[in-house]
């Protein structure tokens, strides 16, 4: 871990791309475009909240999404946070599991039922169990430290797009709901129904599922899921796709997604 924090140092200065000179004791920043002009990018209205107790990695955080155009605000503690969220709005969490004052699972839980907000979780153990305990709280995707500053930076940016699409489909209403047995799935409320139950499904779950059901009964790879879903094509985060999937099955119900072991998974549908 010291070896990481050092590299999260020396990563910080390139990352932000900004040049540095000692204005009172602190470090002032002046980002720089490859001209040596201010630049701004599509992430400069975005508001990123990034909660995590260590330093060096929040610092190393803030530093490469502010280079990405984003705003950024940082917090420490669990409390913290939840007063930062409600005060300050943003439209995306950074949240770290391990916290001081309460953990980043109970920030989750209390920042999502003030206000839906998509949540990259950041854990310090490869647990599955705590990565599913997040997605059954409403984190919307996660990282296993040590991670890479431009893959956190890349998911960010695809969180906030299915974000946008959502939007836009909820004012673009497709005809009809889909009707696979007893799951119902309605495009232009995002709203899924098992035996016409409601079941909660984050914006994550709800597009791996509409994906799975857009060709029911074909198998297909995590690579293709990871790229249709989280716009990733990195082969390094299929573990992602595994953790979802077995978020969704236990919402939807096992039976209703089956693996192809060694390639992928396809939803069952009741035989005609």
Known sequence: MLAYRTRLRD??????????????????????????????????????????????????????????????????????????????????LVLDVMLPGFDGLEVCRRVQARRPVPVLMLTARDDETDMLVGLGVGADDYMTKPFSMRELAARVHVLLRRVERAALA???????????????????????????????LTPTEFDLLVCLANTPRAVLSREQLLAEVWDWADASGTRTVDSHIKALRRKIGAERIRTVHGVGYALETPAA
């Not at 955080?61 to 502010?66: D, S």
């Not at 209403?173 to 232009?188: K, Q």
Request: proline share 4%; glycine share 12%.
């Open 11 to 92: 990563d910080q200065a390139r990352a932000a791309g900004f040049t540095g000179r000692r204005r009172g004791g602190r470090m002032e920043q002046t980002h720089n475009g490859h001209n040596g002009t201010a630049t701004t990018t599509p992430g400069a209205q975005r508001r990123v909240l990034v909660v995590e107790d260590d330093p060096t990695i929040v610092d190393a955080i803030a530093a490469r999404l502010r280079a990405e155009g984003f705003q950024v605000q940082t917090a420490g503690d669990g409390p913290a946070a939840v007063d930062t969220a409600e005060a300050w709005q943003p439209d995306l």
């Open 170 to 200: 909820a004012h673009t209403p497709r005809s009809g709901i889909l009707r696979l047995g007893e799951l119902e799935i309605d495009h232009a409320q995002r709203r899924v129904r098992v035996r016409g139950s409601d079941v909660h």
